[in-house]
């Protein structure tokens, strides 16, 4: 399992960097090309989703907000309150700049991925289909092999079977692994318990397809949203004269970061910007080809109405949420703070590091014994016990930090032993968070001075568990799309229940090679999907230009208040 963990991060070291360059570059190319859509034709998607335009008699299985909604809560999700944490955690308040460059870039990408999508959707006509079946079917694949030709097909088989296999892992799995975790943390409910009820859940819905998804999500997005972004705003309020210093220094930081707690040497400009957006492009996901397939369900028969409407999810993702979640995380000072935790030698998180807060930690190579005198390491700026990746000052034995920790640490074997020989498991330390923990720090410091730090566990709790379960049903109609197209109609109840096991399965068992394998494959994925991006740009640029002359929106409108007049809306 170690040596699979290695090729898994060698993998991902090699496809870092094109895979960065291979967004950002496509989302300043199709930004040009299509001249600013992201900016011009933002009110017109607000538009679009609110219904205005919906004809019943048009083809597809879902509204246009139904399509967004579903999209949304595949990607708003863990990543919004984890992965904006991590971004800052590593690389500064100046990483959240970064993120806002992949948003508005990524608006460009998402808006023709869609687009695209729904030109070279698959619509079946067949009167006796199944609900669960779903009318529908679109994506990358379809684009890939329809608009590039017939000997791209295997290419759009391969973007198929591993966006497939994406969705069991980090799609699904471990989804459900997150929200038992925390659950498990929160009230002690034994993970297989959580995993029942979740994968009952998520299996209730998605039997019901696309119709009932699109129905679930356009109810449950919106309230996840309002709860997070309520606790958010309320912190907000609490610290506003401290927000104009966090944007001063989240700007000041982009190019000159001074603060990335766990960076390598920190102060690296190229550390913060591909912190920044790495996080920003796998939290709104544009260019990553699964939120088309959302989209290409919804009722239109005019391709760029639902690019429109898709345009908005990495503004209402990563401009909105995200950098509420990064604002919070800065005006509370949460982000550098340091919090009582138990520090386990064994566990993943915990290492050996030297360096200090200044200068950036690194992972200590040594094998030397390290001495501990009244809590203190030997040597401030020598090797010493971390947690994640983050040297810890003061080592207690106890819980209540009442006695300070005297003996020795082998470093090697990561073993404490106290000054007469006998080994220590477990010591205790203020640590910094990362992650959703550092999300919770962030909610609980905030909501504190109103006497409310308590609920801000619970804000992030509450917001993690109905992410989680929203990003599980989304996902399965990502990978019943991808089955479908694969092998037909007759794989998409089979890959439902393989779906819903999965999601079992990931709820009790470790799953950190699950998710980096995941990690993987969608990087696998995204390559081709932007390079079919770049080559259909000129269908994109037609299609564009004659919807916006044209105007069908205004007839669109009319047929929508003659539908709701007669009752069939």
Known sequence: MELLAQVIDAINAVLRWPLVIGLLGTGLFLTFKLGFIQFRRLGHGFAVATGRYDDPDEPGDVSHFQALTTALSATVGVGNIAGVALAI?????????????TALLGMATKYSEVTLAQQYRDVHHDEDGKAWEGSVS????????????????????????????????????????TVATQVFDSFGVDPWITGLITASIVGVVILGGISRIGKVTSIVAPAMA?????????????????VPAAFGRIFTEAFNPTSGVAGTGAGVFLLTMLYGVQRGLFSNEAGQGSA???HSAAKTDEPVSEGAVALLE?????ILICTMTGLVLVTTGAFEATAPAPIELGASNVTIVEGTREAGFTTYMGEDVISYNEGLAQRLDGPRVGRFNVGVDTLYVDEGQTQLFTGSIDSGRKVALDRDGTVIETLYGNTVRTSAPLTTLAFERGLAPIGLGGMGRFIVLISVVLFA??????????????????????AILPFKAVFVVMHFVGAVLAVTTIWDLGDVALSLVTLPNVLALLLLSPVLKKLTDSYFERKPWVQNEEDHKRAKAEGRI
């Open 226 to 242: 309002a709860v997070y972004v309520a606790g958010a705003l309320l912190i907000l309020a609490l610290n506003i004269g401290e």
């Open 292 to 294: 088309p397939i959302a």
């Open 314 to 318: 990495p503004f209402i993702d990563t």
């Open 469 to 490: 379960i929203s990003t599980s049903i989304s996902w399965s109609y990502y990978g019943d799309r991808c089955a479908n197209y694969l092998f037909g109609t007759k």
């Open 138 to 177: 679109g994506g990358p694949m379809y684009y890939i092999e329809r608009g590039l030709g017939r000997r791209w097909k295997p290419v759009a088989m391969f973007f198929a079977f591993a966006l497939m296999i994406t969705s069991f892992m980090t799609g699904n799995a471990v989804q459900a692994n």
């Open 89 to 101: 955690h590593i690389g500064g308040p100046g990483a959240l700049f970064w993120m806002w460059v």
